[in-house]
Nanobody, 125 residues
Framework: QVQLVESGGGLVQPGGSLRLSCAAS????????MSWYRQAPGKQLELVAA????????????NYADSVKGRFTISKANAKNTVYLQMNSLKSEDTAVYSC??????????????WGQGTQVTVSS
């Protein structure tokens, strides 16, 4: 099994910053991609940012939603199987529940996809 533990959400004023963390643990051989999604009340789930791991043939890459480009940065610590989302210049429209998603392989080769429990980010004065 794979477990994800998220942290870092909270209340912040507009223009402020927060950093989210998501640590994966358990039966993990390798991780292919780690992503952050968010869902605001009454809105659809939205991919915020994603980062893929490098392989012998492909270098690591990142992808961002247009609404967060230049403000959010996704990064990962491979040794810790942890992904971070640094959020700067936060706006009220960034208010949502943020969840991490991890795709990887079990030691026996099967692929897994795991979601975190979600962490609330509220941007308000």
């Amino acid at each position: 099994q794979v477990q994800l533990v998220e942290s870092g959400g909270g209340l912040v004023q507009p223009g402020g910053s927060l950093r989210l963390s998501c640590a994966a643990s358990g039966s993990i051989l390798s991780i292919y991609a780690m992503s952050w999604y968010r869902q605001a009340p009454g809105k659809q789930l939205e991919l915020v940012a994603a980062i893929t791991s490098s392989t012998n043939y492909i270098t690591s890459s990142t992808n961002y939603a247009d609404s967060v480009k230049g403000r959010f940065t996704i990064s990962k610590a491979n040794a810790k199987n942890t992904v971070y989302l640094q959020m700067n210049s936060l706006k009220s429209e960034d208010t949502a529940v943020y969840s991490c998603n991890v795709v990887g392989n079990f030691p026996w080769g099967a692929r897994f996809e795991k979601w975190g429990q979600g962490t609330q980010v509220t941007v308000s004065s």
